[in-house]
């Protein structure tokens, strides 16, 4: 504790009272009852899409592409062309979530998108446009493919997950649970800055000396 016998002539010292902060936590056995009681929990199974399977499984009633929450269809015919360039090249795709509303009946919570692109090029709705790295595939759909590349797309998966009728034990309460993993499906991720963006694409030699300049303190001071 400083008092006025520790200054110097001219000091003065002025007390601040800060009041405590406590934190008033729940007992930890209350919290491991409710963790052990399931509350807000999400039963999953996940499951694997052949694409050449995706135009009979959206033709079906099973499975539900525009629930009120969804966005609706808003690619363009270059950004389905490169989700499909993505599957020749065999480039990871995230998986689409789905809920089961009823038994084996689905309703597409996140990835309509991705499954109207693969339906509509199926269907031959759309030409192959603005490809990067098969630029000789532009022009064609899905039906004047040459074979081999045909064959090299029937065999891609499209990824799912599926959540569980049984998440929900009400219609209200799948409501709720359905609101909560949609808002933290399109809410989670934050979109990368232009800088961000070079790192990862472009990462050379000349990209990687303005990262090893920004953390001299000489350079950052000049």
């Known amino acids: 504790m400083i008092t006025n016998s520790h200054l110097i002539s001219g000091e ?3 007390s601040q009272n800060r009041p405590d902060i406590t934190h008033n936590f729940p007992p930890d056995d209350e919290i491991n009852g409710k963790y052990k009681k399931g509350e807000i929990r999400i039963v999953t199974e996940q499951a694997r899409y052949p694409l ?6 959206v033709d079906s009633a099973k499975y539900i592409r525009n629930p009120e929450y969804q966005r609706r269809k808003r690619w363009n ?9 993505s599957f020749i090249m065999n480039v990871p795709i995230p998986p ?5 509303i009823d038994y084996s009946i689905y309703e597409v919570m996140d990835g309509q998108q991705r499954l109207t692109a693969i339906y509509d090029f199926y269907k031959g709705k759309f030409e192959l446009e603005g490809l990067e790295y098969w630029q000789e595939l532009n022009g064609r759909n899905y039906q004047n493919l040459p074979e081999q590349v045909q064959k090299g797309i029937d065999r891609r998966y499209l990824s799912s997950i599926i959540l569980l009728q049984e998440t929900a034990k009400s219609k209200e309460e ?3 649970l359905k609101q909560i993993v949609f808002e933290r499906l399109n809410s989670g991720g934050e979109k990368l800055t232009a800088q961000e963006t070079r790192n990862a694409l472009q990462n050379g030699k000349f990209n990687q000396l303005c990262i090893k300049l920004s953390q001299n303190e000489y350079f950052r001071n000049s």
């Open 52 to 57: 050449d399977s995706i135009e009979a499984m």
């Open 174 to 176: 799948a409501e709720y």
């Open 77 to 85: 015919n270059t950004r389905k062309s490169r989700l499909i360039e």
């Open 12 to 14: 003065t010292f002025i």
């Open 96 to 100: 689409i979530f789905l809920y089961e």
